[in-house]
């Protein structure tokens, strides 16, 4: 037996590709930007199987590429405009006084004297200008130029009270910048304020001219300026901390009037001031050289009142207690740097936080 296996194997392969690319940009541009963006991919394939195999692959593949594009712009501008103006004006005035004093003296004299000046005329011309002269210096000095009234010689110079300039609270007052007015209630009078929310006022303007009236001691100004300084800071929470270096000079200036009543409500502030937000105490340790010195002068300005008693304690008006309270809030509220900054400043105060 024989067995003959004939395979044949014919292959044809046959593969035609192709690829058409139409690229279509459409832009247009008007008030409003639309983009549409539509893909559509056709393909063909098309396989014939014989007993010899002829593949033939026809791949058309059509891209059209719309492409849109949509832009929106939106643009914000926050202007904030800020002015100060200030208006310094001086006024130089000379006042010219001249003063002609005619002093006439008369002196009596016995007969020889006379007798004897008449014949002396240059002894004579002596005696008159002594007898003239003195008298024209004490008129001048006692009378026409008096002594400008000063402290007693029993009290010391650097606790006289100071006349303060009128300050620029006043002034925006007057004009009627602030947002506030004057009210009553079972307590006395209080601040009616002209905003439904203190903390939304701009703290960098308005908080620094609160504290540039405490230097007032009239009717209302005094008034307004303790109690607005008392509401903002009871109100403005974390915008405290930004102000408080634009708040140095009006504390130094209400200081350094030296007047108690000023002084103690300036001192009752700060304390306010130190527990009104977080890191003010802080804050303040680099102007103790400013803040601290008239606390130095005031600071044994106690009542001596041996026995008796002190019915006013209630009402806090003790400059010296007012003083050592206010450093000891200090030092609570400074830091670590706080005891010794203060202790450099004034050397007899005791920490109450080491002891």
Not at 84 to 112: E, M, Q
Not at 132 to 143: E, G, M, Q, T
Not at 255 to 261: A, E, H, K, Q
Not at 311 to 326: A, M, S
């Amino acid at each position: 037996t024989h067995t003959y296996v004939y395979v044949y194997v014919y292959a044809h392969v046959y593969a035609y590709v192709y690829v058409y690319a139409h690229t279509y940009v459409y832009a247009h541009t008007h008030t409003y930007v639309y983009v549409y963006v539509y893909a559509h991919v056709y393909a063909y394939v098309y396989a014939y199987a014989y007993v010899y195999v002829y593949v033939y692959a026809y791949v058309y593949v059509y891209v059209y590429v719309y492409v849109y594009v949509y832009v929106y712009a939106y643009a914000y501008a926050y202007v904030y405009a800020y002015a100060y103006v200030y208006v310094y004006v001086y006024v130089y005035v000379y006042v010219y006084v001249y003063v002609y004093v005619y002093a006439y003296a008369y002196v009596y004299v016995s007969t020889a004297l006379f007798e004897l000046l008449l014949e002396d005329r240059p002894a004579c011309q002596r005696l008159r200008i002594r007898l003239v002269l003195p008298a024209l210096i004490n008129l001048a000095s006692h009378n026409l130029f008096p002594k400008k009234k000063q402290c007693s010689k029993t009290k010391a110079k650097s606790t006289c009270a100071r006349q303060s300039k009128p300050t620029q609270f006043r002034y925006f007052y007057e004009r009627g910048d602030f947002p506030i007015a004057l009210g009553t209630s079972t307590c006395g009078n209080i601040i009616q304020w002209k905003v439904k929310d203190i903390s939304k006022l701009d703290y960098h303007h308005y908080l620094p001219l609160f504290f540039d009236g405490l230097c007032e001691t009239q009717h209302p100004y005094d008034f307004f300026a303790e109690q607005g300084v008392k509401d903002m800071l009871d109100k403005g929470g974390p915008k405290i901390l930004p102000v408080v270096p634009q708040l140095i000079i009006p504390i130094k200036n209400a200081l350094n009037t030296r007047n108690p009543i000023v002084v103690g409500r300036t001192l009752k502030i700060l304390q306010r001031l130190v527990h009104s937000a977080p890191l003010v105490g802080e804050a303040l340790v680099p102007y103790y050289r400013q803040i601290l010195p008239i606390l130095n002068i005031f600071k044994s300005k106690n009542c001596n009142l041996g026995d008796e008693i002190d019915y006013g304690q209630q009402k806090r008006c003790n400059v010296g207690d007012l003083i050592q309270e206010t450093l000891e809030a200090f030092e609570r509220t400074g830091g670590d740097d706080a005891f010794i900054n203060i202790k450099y400043m004034i050397p007899t105060y005791e920490s109450c936080v080491f002891s």
